[in-house]
């Protein structure tokens, strides 16, 4: 996303952390079922706050 490449590497790890955590939760699980439930809440939950974190760093990273 362009707003992405807008924050400074700070903030544009502080947005990635999570998939990193994310993946490495993934990598460890050997359950399919527990694969899908942790895919399923980060779709519906995590990602949501991410992208909106991203927009709020990025508006405030314009305004200042």
Known sequence: MAEFS???DEQQEQVTRPF?????????????AVIRDTLRRFEERDYQLLLSRQTA????????
């Not at 990193?20 to 050997?30: D, G, T």
């Not at 760093?57 to 200042?64: E, F, K, N, P, R």
């Open 20 to 32: 990193n955590e994310f993946n490495a939760a993934i990598e460890r699980q050997k359950l399919i």
């Open 6 to 8: 807008a924050l400074n």
């Open 57 to 64: 760093l990025g508006q405030s990273a314009t305004v200042a």
